[in-house]
Protein backbone atom coordinates (compact mmCIF):
# COMPACT_ATOMS: atom_id res chain seq x y z
CA UNK A 1 0.00 0.00 0.00
CA UNK A 2 2.87 2.41 0.95
CA UNK A 3 4.46 2.45 -2.82
CA UNK A 4 0.81 2.18 -4.49
CA UNK A 5 0.44 5.59 -1.94
CA UNK A 6 3.86 7.02 -2.95
CA UNK A 7 3.63 6.26 -6.71
CA UNK A 8 0.10 8.29 -6.64
CA UNK A 9 1.90 11.43 -4.82
CA UNK A 10 4.34 11.57 -7.27
CA UNK A 11 1.56 11.20 -10.16
CA UNK A 12 0.02 14.29 -8.51
CA UNK A 13 3.03 16.26 -8.04
CA UNK A 14 3.48 19.52 -10.55
CA UNK A 15 7.27 18.62 -10.76
CA UNK A 16 6.41 15.13 -12.38
CA UNK A 17 3.92 16.52 -15.05
CA UNK A 18 6.67 19.04 -15.82
CA UNK A 19 9.34 15.98 -16.46
CA UNK A 20 6.82 14.25 -18.17
CA UNK A 21 6.16 16.77 -20.33
CA UNK A 22 9.76 17.07 -21.45
CA UNK A 23 10.47 12.84 -21.43
CA UNK A 24 7.15 12.68 -23.55
CA UNK A 25 8.51 15.17 -26.26
CA UNK A 26 12.37 13.78 -25.88
CA UNK A 27 11.11 9.96 -26.64
CA UNK A 28 8.52 10.99 -29.61
CA UNK A 29 11.48 12.70 -31.05
CA UNK A 30 13.92 10.06 -30.29
CA UNK A 31 11.04 7.45 -31.89
CA UNK A 32 10.73 9.28 -35.07
CA UNK A 33 14.40 10.02 -35.48
CA UNK A 34 14.52 5.92 -35.41
CA UNK A 35 11.50 5.96 -38.09
CA UNK A 36 13.06 8.31 -40.08
CA UNK A 37 16.21 7.06 -40.20
CA UNK A 38 14.70 3.36 -40.86
CA UNK A 39 12.70 5.23 -43.90
CA UNK A 40 15.63 6.81 -44.90
CA UNK A 41 17.08 3.29 -44.99
CA UNK A 42 14.37 1.72 -47.27
CA UNK A 43 15.17 4.33 -49.78
CA UNK A 44 18.32 3.38 -50.02
CA UNK A 45 17.93 -0.05 -50.26
CA UNK A 46 15.32 0.79 -52.54
CA UNK A 47 17.40 2.38 -55.06
CA UNK A 48 20.17 0.07 -54.52
CA UNK A 49 17.81 -2.75 -55.29
CA UNK A 50 15.98 -0.39 -58.43
CA UNK A 51 20.06 -0.14 -59.73
CA UNK A 52 21.42 -3.43 -59.94
CA UNK A 53 17.95 -5.05 -61.02
CA UNK A 54 18.47 -2.12 -63.92
CA UNK A 55 22.13 -3.15 -64.33
CA UNK A 56 21.59 -7.07 -64.85
CA UNK A 57 18.49 -6.59 -67.02
CA UNK A 58 20.86 -4.10 -69.59
CA UNK A 59 23.90 -5.95 -69.19
CA UNK A 60 22.51 -9.26 -70.16
CA UNK A 61 20.92 -7.39 -73.14
CA UNK A 62 24.20 -5.53 -74.27
CA UNK A 63 25.82 -8.81 -73.60
CA UNK A 64 23.68 -11.01 -75.93
CA UNK A 65 23.33 -8.85 -78.73
CA UNK A 66 27.44 -8.37 -79.01
CA UNK A 67 27.35 -11.88 -78.72
CA UNK A 68 24.96 -12.49 -81.72
CA UNK A 69 26.95 -9.69 -83.52
CA UNK A 70 29.98 -11.76 -82.50
CA UNK A 71 28.77 -15.06 -83.63
CA UNK A 72 27.51 -13.65 -87.06
CA UNK A 73 30.95 -12.43 -87.97
CA UNK A 74 32.49 -15.65 -87.23
CA UNK A 75 30.49 -17.15 -89.23
CA UNK A 76 31.65 -15.15 -92.00
CA UNK A 77 35.44 -15.52 -91.14
CA UNK A 78 34.81 -19.49 -91.31
CA UNK A 79 32.88 -19.07 -94.69
CA UNK A 80 35.44 -17.08 -96.15
CA UNK A 81 37.85 -20.36 -96.31
CA UNK A 82 35.39 -22.22 -97.87
CA UNK A 83 37.34 -23.26 -101.51
CA UNK A 84 34.49 -23.40 -104.06
CA UNK A 85 33.54 -19.38 -102.58
CA UNK A 86 35.17 -17.27 -105.49
CA UNK A 87 33.34 -20.32 -107.74
CA UNK A 88 29.92 -18.68 -106.59
CA UNK A 89 27.39 -16.09 -107.80
CA UNK A 90 27.84 -12.81 -105.98
CA UNK A 91 24.05 -13.40 -104.82
CA UNK A 92 25.07 -16.45 -103.80
CA UNK A 93 27.95 -15.69 -102.42
CA UNK A 94 26.12 -13.06 -100.21
CA UNK A 95 23.84 -14.92 -99.00
CA UNK A 96 26.26 -17.71 -97.73
CA UNK A 97 28.39 -15.11 -95.80
CA UNK A 98 25.46 -12.70 -94.23
CA UNK A 99 22.96 -14.57 -93.75
CA UNK A 100 23.02 -15.01 -90.26
CA UNK A 101 24.64 -11.49 -89.74
CA UNK A 102 22.09 -9.42 -91.63
CA UNK A 103 19.41 -10.20 -89.15
CA UNK A 104 21.11 -8.76 -85.94
CA UNK A 105 19.35 -6.39 -84.25
CA UNK A 106 20.74 -2.96 -84.63
CA UNK A 107 23.14 -3.86 -86.63
CA UNK A 108 24.04 -0.87 -89.18
CA UNK A 109 26.25 -2.57 -92.01
CA UNK A 110 28.65 -5.62 -92.33
CA UNK A 111 31.77 -5.93 -94.20
CA UNK A 112 34.75 -7.18 -95.17
CA UNK A 113 37.69 -5.44 -96.25
CA UNK A 114 41.42 -6.49 -97.37
CA UNK A 115 44.56 -6.45 -96.11
CA UNK A 116 45.00 -2.64 -97.78
CA UNK A 117 41.06 -1.75 -96.13
CA UNK A 118 39.30 -1.44 -98.86
CA UNK A 119 35.46 -2.91 -98.71
CA UNK A 120 35.03 -6.07 -101.18
CA UNK A 121 31.99 -7.82 -99.52
CA UNK A 122 28.62 -5.85 -98.33
CA UNK A 123 26.26 -7.65 -96.20
CA UNK A 124 23.25 -5.24 -97.85
CA UNK A 125 25.02 -4.11 -101.06
CA UNK A 126 26.22 -6.31 -104.42
CA UNK A 127 29.08 -5.04 -105.62
CA UNK A 128 30.10 -3.90 -102.51
CA UNK A 129 29.84 0.01 -101.40
CA UNK A 130 33.18 1.67 -101.55
CA UNK A 131 35.31 2.49 -98.37
CA UNK A 132 38.49 2.36 -97.19
CA UNK A 133 39.07 1.96 -93.39
CA UNK A 134 43.06 1.48 -93.41
CA UNK A 135 43.15 4.56 -90.92
CA UNK A 136 40.88 2.91 -88.55
CA UNK A 137 42.28 1.82 -85.19
CA UNK A 138 40.72 -1.61 -84.79
CA UNK A 139 42.11 -1.79 -88.43
CA UNK A 140 45.54 -1.31 -87.26
CA UNK A 141 45.11 -3.23 -84.65
CA UNK A 142 44.06 -6.78 -86.56
CA UNK A 143 46.82 -5.81 -88.44
CA UNK A 144 49.19 -5.87 -86.20
CA UNK A 145 48.58 -8.82 -84.30
CA UNK A 146 47.86 -12.28 -85.03
CA UNK A 147 44.95 -14.73 -84.05
CA UNK A 148 41.25 -13.99 -83.93
CA UNK A 149 39.15 -12.52 -81.20
CA UNK A 150 36.48 -9.52 -81.26
CA UNK A 151 37.51 -6.15 -80.70
CA UNK A 152 35.50 -3.73 -79.96
CA UNK A 153 35.92 0.26 -81.24
CA UNK A 154 35.48 3.60 -79.76
CA UNK A 155 32.15 5.01 -81.02
CA UNK A 156 32.65 6.70 -84.60
CA UNK A 157 30.56 8.24 -87.31
CA UNK A 158 29.97 5.80 -90.26
CA UNK A 159 31.45 6.54 -93.66
CA UNK A 160 29.16 4.58 -95.22
CA UNK A 161 25.60 5.70 -93.12
CA UNK A 162 26.56 8.41 -90.99
CA UNK A 163 25.25 7.52 -88.40
CA UNK A 164 26.99 6.79 -84.90
CA UNK A 165 27.87 3.74 -84.51
CA UNK A 166 30.46 0.60 -82.54
CA UNK A 167 32.27 -1.36 -84.59
CA UNK A 168 33.49 -4.76 -83.71
CA UNK A 169 35.28 -6.65 -86.05
CA UNK A 170 37.20 -10.20 -86.33
CA UNK A 171 40.54 -10.86 -88.13
CA UNK A 172 40.78 -12.41 -91.58
CA UNK A 173 43.82 -14.34 -92.43
CA UNK A 174 44.92 -15.97 -95.51
CA UNK A 175 45.88 -19.72 -95.47
CA UNK A 176 49.21 -19.03 -94.72
CA UNK A 177 48.05 -17.53 -91.42
CA UNK A 178 49.28 -13.80 -92.87
CA UNK A 179 46.90 -10.43 -92.69
CA UNK A 180 44.31 -10.90 -95.08
CA UNK A 181 41.73 -7.94 -93.74
CA UNK A 182 38.47 -7.90 -91.49
CA UNK A 183 35.33 -8.49 -90.82
CA UNK A 184 33.32 -5.94 -89.36
CA UNK A 185 29.56 -4.92 -88.14
CA UNK A 186 28.39 -1.70 -86.96
CA UNK A 187 26.16 -1.87 -83.72
CA UNK A 188 24.31 1.31 -84.21
CA UNK A 189 24.14 3.57 -80.72
CA UNK A 190 20.39 4.30 -81.04
CA UNK A 191 20.17 0.62 -79.72
CA UNK A 192 21.47 1.85 -76.29
CA UNK A 193 19.21 4.66 -76.40
CA UNK A 194 15.72 2.43 -77.65
CA UNK A 195 17.74 0.47 -74.92
CA UNK A 196 17.80 3.01 -72.31
CA UNK A 197 15.28 5.20 -72.69
CA UNK A 198 12.49 2.76 -71.43
CA UNK A 199 13.81 3.36 -68.06
CA UNK A 200 12.96 6.22 -65.70
CA UNK A 201 16.25 7.14 -63.80
CA UNK A 202 14.90 10.64 -62.95
CA UNK A 203 16.30 14.03 -63.49
CA UNK A 204 19.70 13.77 -62.66
CA UNK A 205 20.50 9.57 -63.33
CA UNK A 206 22.54 8.74 -66.07
CA UNK A 207 23.09 5.39 -67.25
CA UNK A 208 26.75 4.96 -68.90
CA UNK A 209 28.84 2.83 -71.05
CA UNK A 210 32.45 2.60 -71.22
CA UNK A 211 35.60 0.62 -72.88
CA UNK A 212 38.29 -0.22 -70.67
CA UNK A 213 40.00 2.55 -71.88
CA UNK A 214 37.73 5.01 -70.25
CA UNK A 215 35.97 5.75 -73.42
CA UNK A 216 32.19 6.60 -73.14
CA UNK A 217 30.46 4.50 -75.25
CA UNK A 218 27.06 5.79 -74.51
CA UNK A 219 25.25 8.24 -72.24
CA UNK A 220 21.59 8.10 -71.41
CA UNK A 221 20.25 10.87 -71.27
CA UNK A 222 22.19 11.31 -74.53
CA UNK A 223 24.26 14.47 -74.71
CA UNK A 224 26.66 15.80 -77.84
CA UNK A 225 29.20 16.48 -75.91
CA UNK A 226 29.49 13.46 -74.11
CA UNK A 227 30.17 11.58 -77.49
CA UNK A 228 33.81 10.04 -77.12
CA UNK A 229 35.12 11.41 -74.11
CA UNK A 230 37.10 9.87 -71.96
CA UNK A 231 36.98 9.76 -67.98
CA UNK A 232 40.40 7.89 -68.22
CA UNK A 233 42.55 8.64 -64.64
CA UNK A 234 38.94 10.31 -62.92
CA UNK A 235 38.26 8.68 -59.09
CA UNK A 236 35.00 7.11 -60.27
CA UNK A 237 36.25 5.60 -63.27
CA UNK A 238 39.16 4.01 -61.80
CA UNK A 239 36.95 2.06 -59.27
CA UNK A 240 35.15 0.90 -61.84
CA UNK A 241 37.91 -0.89 -63.43
CA UNK A 242 39.65 -1.66 -59.75
CA UNK A 243 36.31 -3.73 -58.88
CA UNK A 244 34.89 -4.84 -61.90
CA UNK A 245 31.21 -4.63 -60.25
CA UNK A 246 29.51 -3.12 -57.02
CA UNK A 247 27.97 0.34 -56.04
CA UNK A 248 28.89 3.42 -53.99
CA UNK A 249 28.01 7.17 -53.53
CA UNK A 250 30.35 9.48 -55.20
CA UNK A 251 30.42 12.57 -56.62
CA UNK A 252 30.52 12.95 -61.01
CA UNK A 253 33.38 14.75 -62.10
CA UNK A 254 31.31 16.45 -65.15
CA UNK A 255 28.47 17.82 -63.34
CA UNK A 256 29.64 17.51 -59.19
CA UNK A 257 26.23 16.02 -58.82
CA UNK A 258 26.40 13.48 -56.12
CA UNK A 259 25.33 10.36 -57.49
CA UNK A 260 24.62 6.38 -56.57
CA UNK A 261 26.35 4.18 -59.04
CA UNK A 262 25.89 0.37 -59.37
CA UNK A 263 28.13 -1.05 -61.88
CA UNK A 264 29.48 -4.43 -63.84
CA UNK A 265 31.48 -5.48 -66.68
CA UNK A 266 29.68 -6.58 -69.56
CA UNK A 267 29.83 -10.34 -69.34
CA UNK A 268 33.56 -10.52 -70.36
CA UNK A 269 33.88 -8.10 -73.20
CA UNK A 270 35.94 -4.89 -72.46
CA UNK A 271 33.08 -2.62 -71.49
CA UNK A 272 31.58 -0.93 -68.73
CA UNK A 273 28.29 -0.86 -67.83
CA UNK A 274 26.77 1.61 -64.72
CA UNK A 275 23.63 3.02 -63.78
CA UNK A 276 23.74 6.41 -61.79
CA UNK A 277 20.88 7.66 -59.64
CA UNK A 278 21.07 10.97 -58.18
CA UNK A 279 21.27 11.09 -53.82
CA UNK A 280 18.61 14.17 -53.93
CA UNK A 281 15.95 12.03 -55.37
CA UNK A 282 16.69 8.75 -54.02
CA UNK A 283 16.08 10.60 -51.16
CA UNK A 284 13.00 12.86 -52.31
CA UNK A 285 10.14 10.65 -51.69
CA UNK A 286 12.11 10.03 -48.07
CA UNK A 287 12.41 14.16 -47.38
CA UNK A 288 8.78 14.68 -48.21
CA UNK A 289 7.75 12.67 -45.43
CA UNK A 290 10.60 13.18 -43.64
CA UNK A 291 8.81 17.26 -43.43
CA UNK A 292 5.62 16.01 -42.89
CA UNK A 293 6.24 13.48 -40.03
CA UNK A 294 8.81 16.18 -38.28
CA UNK A 295 6.20 18.67 -38.65
CA UNK A 296 3.45 16.44 -36.84
CA UNK A 297 5.48 15.31 -34.13
CA UNK A 298 6.84 18.99 -32.93
CA UNK A 299 3.72 20.03 -33.40
CA UNK A 300 1.96 16.84 -31.03
CA UNK A 301 5.46 17.37 -28.69
CA UNK A 302 4.84 21.12 -28.42
CA UNK A 303 0.87 20.40 -27.69
CA UNK A 304 2.33 17.99 -25.17
CA UNK A 305 4.68 20.61 -23.26
CA UNK A 306 2.14 23.13 -23.66
CA UNK A 307 -0.10 20.14 -22.16
CA UNK A 308 2.05 19.00 -19.68
CA UNK A 309 2.93 22.67 -18.33
CA UNK A 310 -0.69 23.96 -17.88
CA UNK A 311 -1.38 20.45 -16.55
CA UNK A 312 1.34 21.19 -13.92
CA UNK A 313 0.27 25.00 -12.93
CA UNK A 314 -2.69 23.81 -12.16
CA UNK A 315 -1.93 21.28 -9.85
CA UNK A 316 0.98 23.72 -8.38
CA UNK A 317 -2.12 26.15 -7.80
CA UNK A 318 -4.31 23.33 -6.45
CA UNK A 319 -1.44 22.57 -3.71
CA UNK A 320 -0.81 26.00 -3.10
CA UNK A 321 -4.60 26.53 -2.45
CA UNK A 322 -4.56 23.19 -0.66
CA UNK A 323 -1.63 24.33 1.74
CA UNK A 324 -3.27 27.80 2.24
CA UNK A 325 -6.83 26.46 2.91
CA UNK A 326 -4.92 24.07 5.52
CA UNK A 327 -3.10 27.02 7.10
CA UNK A 328 -6.64 29.25 7.09
CA UNK A 329 -8.20 25.85 8.84
CA UNK A 330 -5.33 25.98 11.88
CA UNK A 331 -5.30 30.36 11.68
CA UNK A 332 -7.24 32.60 13.31
CA UNK A 333 -8.38 35.08 10.64
CA UNK A 334 -8.89 38.13 12.68
CA UNK A 335 -5.60 38.48 14.25
CA UNK A 336 -3.74 35.75 12.41
CA UNK A 337 -2.40 33.61 15.24
CA UNK A 338 -3.14 30.00 15.49
CA UNK A 339 -6.45 28.96 15.59
CA UNK A 340 -8.46 26.76 19.04
CA UNK A 341 -7.96 23.60 16.68
CA UNK A 342 -4.21 24.23 16.08
CA UNK A 343 -3.96 24.48 20.33
CA UNK A 344 -5.91 21.52 20.60
CA UNK A 345 -3.90 19.62 18.29
CA UNK A 346 -0.76 20.81 19.83
CA UNK A 347 -2.09 19.80 22.99
CA UNK A 348 -3.12 16.28 21.87
CA UNK A 349 0.68 15.72 20.24
CA UNK A 350 2.07 16.70 23.79
CA UNK A 351 1.18 13.03 24.96
CA UNK A 352 1.75 11.56 21.04
CA UNK A 353 5.08 13.02 20.21
CA UNK A 354 8.45 10.49 21.29
CA UNK A 355 10.55 14.34 21.27
CA UNK A 356 7.95 15.66 23.93
CA UNK A 357 8.43 12.89 26.34
CA UNK A 358 11.01 14.28 29.11
CA UNK A 359 10.08 17.94 28.57
CA UNK A 360 7.78 20.22 30.90
CA UNK A 361 4.92 21.83 29.73
CA UNK A 362 3.72 25.41 30.94
CA UNK A 363 0.34 26.19 29.90
CA UNK A 364 -1.04 30.25 30.36
CA UNK A 365 -4.61 31.22 29.54
CA UNK A 366 -5.06 35.22 29.07
CA UNK A 367 -8.48 36.55 28.84
CA UNK A 368 -8.99 40.53 28.17
CA UNK A 369 -10.82 42.31 31.18
CA UNK A 370 -13.92 43.61 30.41
CA UNK A 371 -13.88 42.98 26.85
CA UNK A 372 -17.21 44.06 26.09
CA UNK A 373 -17.38 47.38 26.93
CA UNK A 374 -14.96 47.77 24.50
CA UNK A 375 -17.74 46.67 21.55
CA UNK A 376 -20.20 48.28 23.37
CA UNK A 377 -18.78 51.28 23.67
CA UNK A 378 -16.37 51.75 20.64
CA UNK A 379 -17.59 49.00 18.23
CA UNK A 380 -16.91 46.01 17.13
CA UNK A 381 -14.33 47.36 14.85
CA UNK A 382 -12.35 49.02 17.45
CA UNK A 383 -13.13 45.58 19.31
CA UNK A 384 -11.02 43.54 16.47
CA UNK A 385 -8.08 46.21 16.57
CA UNK A 386 -7.82 45.88 20.18
CA UNK A 387 -7.86 42.11 19.94
CA UNK A 388 -5.26 42.65 17.01
CA UNK A 389 -2.92 44.69 19.61
CA UNK A 390 -3.51 41.94 22.33
CA UNK A 391 -1.66 39.20 19.83
CA UNK A 392 0.74 41.44 19.25
CA UNK A 393 1.73 41.94 22.94
CA UNK A 394 1.75 38.46 23.21
CA UNK A 395 3.79 37.25 20.32
CA UNK A 396 6.15 39.90 21.53
CA UNK A 397 6.12 38.81 25.23
CA UNK A 398 8.13 34.88 23.77
CA UNK A 399 11.75 34.45 22.50
CA UNK A 400 11.58 31.31 21.38
CA UNK A 401 9.93 29.93 18.08
CA UNK A 402 8.69 26.41 19.87
CA UNK A 403 6.45 28.58 21.86
CA UNK A 404 3.21 29.00 20.44
CA UNK A 405 0.59 31.80 20.99
CA UNK A 406 -3.15 30.53 20.04
CA UNK A 407 -6.76 32.72 20.05
CA UNK A 408 -8.33 29.92 21.72
CA UNK A 409 -11.91 32.33 22.26
CA UNK A 410 -13.31 35.72 21.68
CA UNK A 411 -10.92 37.46 23.44
CA UNK A 412 -9.58 34.64 25.69
CA UNK A 413 -5.49 33.77 24.27
CA UNK A 414 -3.21 30.58 25.40
CA UNK A 415 0.20 30.64 25.44
CA UNK A 416 2.17 26.72 25.42
CA UNK A 417 5.46 26.87 26.55
CA UNK A 418 7.94 23.73 25.42
CA UNK A 419 10.72 22.92 28.48
CA UNK A 420 8.86 26.02 30.68
CA UNK A 421 8.35 24.89 34.30
CA UNK A 422 6.64 27.79 36.95
CA UNK A 423 9.40 30.64 36.88
CA UNK A 424 9.77 30.67 33.09
CA UNK A 425 6.04 30.88 32.90
CA UNK A 426 5.39 34.03 35.35
CA UNK A 427 8.20 35.75 33.67
CA UNK A 428 6.20 35.67 30.44
CA UNK A 429 3.09 36.25 32.36
CA UNK A 430 4.68 39.42 33.23
CA UNK A 431 5.83 40.61 30.15
CA UNK A 432 2.19 40.06 28.66
CA UNK A 433 0.84 42.57 31.84
CA UNK A 434 3.90 45.16 30.65
CA UNK A 435 3.20 44.94 26.99
CA UNK A 436 -0.66 45.16 27.24
CA UNK A 437 -0.01 48.14 29.76
CA UNK A 438 1.46 49.96 26.68
CA UNK A 439 -1.21 48.86 24.68
CA UNK A 440 -3.36 51.98 22.71
CA UNK A 441 -6.01 52.76 20.15
CA UNK A 442 -5.46 56.06 19.38
CA UNK A 443 -8.29 56.39 17.01
CA UNK A 444 -10.96 55.31 19.76
CA UNK A 445 -9.35 57.10 22.35
CA UNK A 446 -8.00 54.40 24.20
CA UNK A 447 -5.27 55.36 26.00
CA UNK A 448 -2.30 52.96 27.64
CA UNK A 449 -3.62 51.19 30.56
CA UNK A 450 -6.77 50.85 29.86
CA UNK A 451 -6.95 47.63 28.49
CA UNK A 452 -5.62 44.99 30.42
CA UNK A 453 -5.52 41.02 31.16
CA UNK A 454 -5.98 38.30 33.25
CA UNK A 455 -3.77 35.46 32.88
CA UNK A 456 -4.28 31.94 34.24
CA UNK A 457 -0.92 29.92 35.02
CA UNK A 458 -0.67 25.77 34.90
CA UNK A 459 2.57 23.77 34.68
CA UNK A 460 2.68 19.80 34.06
CA UNK A 461 5.88 17.41 34.21
CA UNK A 462 6.86 15.47 31.61
CA UNK A 463 4.06 13.52 29.75
CA UNK A 464 6.04 10.01 30.39
CA UNK A 465 6.09 10.78 34.30
CA UNK A 466 3.30 13.10 34.78
CA UNK A 467 -0.33 11.65 34.33
CA UNK A 468 -1.88 14.87 34.25
CA UNK A 469 -3.22 14.81 30.89
CA UNK A 470 -2.83 17.87 27.91
CA UNK A 471 -6.63 18.61 28.42
CA UNK A 472 -6.04 18.47 31.90
CA UNK A 473 -3.75 20.92 31.77
CA UNK A 474 -5.82 23.04 30.06
CA UNK A 475 -8.48 22.91 32.72
CA UNK A 476 -6.44 23.54 35.61
CA UNK A 477 -4.76 26.96 33.55
CA UNK A 478 -8.76 27.97 32.88
CA UNK A 479 -9.58 27.47 36.61
CA UNK A 480 -6.64 29.87 37.56
CA UNK A 481 -7.80 32.09 34.83
CA UNK A 482 -11.37 32.25 36.65
CA UNK A 483 -9.71 32.76 39.93
CA UNK A 484 -7.94 36.10 38.26
CA UNK A 485 -10.66 37.23 37.35
CA UNK A 486 -12.61 36.69 40.59
CA UNK A 487 -9.91 38.42 42.46
CA UNK A 488 -9.93 41.48 40.42
CA UNK A 489 -8.78 40.83 37.22
CA UNK A 490 -5.05 42.35 35.89
CA UNK A 491 -3.58 39.64 37.34
CA UNK A 492 -1.87 36.02 37.49
CA UNK A 493 -3.01 33.29 39.09
CA UNK A 494 -0.73 30.22 39.74
CA UNK A 495 -2.22 26.61 40.21
CA UNK A 496 -0.43 24.66 43.01
CA UNK A 497 -0.53 21.30 41.93
CA UNK A 498 -0.12 18.73 45.16
CA UNK A 499 1.44 15.64 43.58
CA UNK A 500 -1.01 13.48 41.75
CA UNK A 501 -3.70 16.13 41.51
CA UNK A 502 -6.01 16.38 38.14
CA UNK A 503 -9.10 18.16 39.31
CA UNK A 504 -9.36 21.50 39.19
CA UNK A 505 -11.90 21.15 41.92
CA UNK A 506 -8.76 19.64 43.96
CA UNK A 507 -6.39 22.53 42.96
CA UNK A 508 -5.21 25.36 45.10
CA UNK A 509 -4.01 28.68 43.29
CA UNK A 510 -1.52 31.33 44.32
CA UNK A 511 -1.33 35.13 42.91
CA UNK A 512 1.55 35.76 40.58
CA UNK A 513 4.54 37.09 42.67
CA UNK A 514 2.46 36.33 46.52
Same mark, same amino acid.
Given at each position: ?307 ? #??? @?? *?? !? ?8 ? &? =??? /? ?85 ? #??? @?? *?? !? ?8 ? &? =??? /? ?76
Amino acid at each position: MVLPRRFARRFRSARTWILFGILAPVGMLVVSAIMLLDLRKDAWDKAEQTSQNLLQIIERDIARNIEIIDLSLQGVTENLKLPALADLSPELRQLILFDRAISAQDMGVILVLDERGDSILDGHAIPARHTNNVDRDYFKAHKARGGGGLLISQPLMSRLTGARVMVLSQRVDKPDGSFGGVVLGTLKLSYFTRLFDRLGLGRDGAINLYLHDGTRVMRYPNRDSDFGTSLAGTANFERFVREGSGSFVGTSSLDGVDRHYAFTQVGTLPLILNVALAVNEIEAEWRAKAIVITAIVVALCGLTVCLS #LLF @GR *EL !ERRGAMQVEL &A =RQS /LTDALTGLPNRRRFEEALTALRGDAGHAARHFALLVIDADHFKRFNDRHGHAVGDEVLRGLARCLLESIHRPVDLVCRVGGEEFAIL #LQD @GD *ED !EALRIAERVH &A =RVA /LLAVEAAGIEPGSVTVSIGVATMGAPATDPLAPSDLFSLADAALYEAKANGRNQTRFVERRRGVVDRRQASFRLAGA
